[in-house]
């Protein structure tokens, strides 16, 4: 298994306005050394910021990675260990954990400084319903055509990443305690 490979977390946490009120729950109960993809596009730069450092704060307690949404330069200056976004935002900037977003071959093709590809949607989402998926079949196609890490996004639970033969997989529902309830936003 290529260095870097081992390197990148299996499990990552999506942060997002639904599942903000159980992020905390969330991540004291991944396993040590997951990875926590902050976004939260919906707050104020302030409050962003500061609700990113409450989060890292609590991540790193666990030892679990913490990506920024945002290019390299951002999340080097907020002490993230690297950045989450689509390939054209991550080509260039500091050395840092690239998370490139793909949801075709064409995306997987322009990911050449990504450590891993977030593959999505692989299964119907709550966050865009009635938005066609990819499919376990097409995924696992895509998936391996990418010489980089593909981490499965969209619909994701651990019964279904059992399922895939991929490096790891994301949620922004799926790793949320059931008890806290997820608020919906419309777009």
């Known amino acids: 298994m290529p260095l870097r490979q081992t390197l990148i977390p299996p499990i990552w946490l999506v942060s997002d306005a639904r599942n903000d009120a159980g992020l905390e729950a969330a991540l004291a109960s991944l396993p040590r050394g997951s990875g926590l993809i902050f976004r ?11 609700r990113f ?3 890292k704060r609590l991540a790193k307690l666990r030892g ?6 945002g290019d390299a330069r951002m999340a080097r200056s907020w002490g993230a260990d690297g950045a989450y976004g689509d390939a054209a935002a991550l ?11 793909a949801h075709s071959l ?7 400084r990504a450590d891993a590809v977030m593959l999505s949607p692989v299964f119907a989402t709550r966050s865009h319903p009635g938005a066609p998926s990819l499919g376990a079949v097409r995924f696992l196609m895509l998936a391996h055509q990418s010489p980089t890490p593909v981490l499965a996004l969209g619909g994701m639970t651990a ?16 790793l949320v305690p059931q008890k806290v309830p997820i608020v919906h936003e419309s777009r």
């Open 40 to 50: 939260h596009y919906h707050l104020s730069e302030a409050q962003r910021r500061a």
């Open 53 to 55: 450092e409450v989060l």
């Open 64 to 69: 679990h990675w913490v990506v920024l949404a």
């Open 91 to 101: 080509a260039r900037g500091p050395a840092c954990l690239r998370l490139v977003t």
């Open 106 to 112: 064409r995306d997987l093709s322009r990911a050449k």
């Open 159 to 174: 019964k279904r990443a059992r399922g895939l033969r991929c490096h790891g997989w994301a949620a922004i529902d799926g």
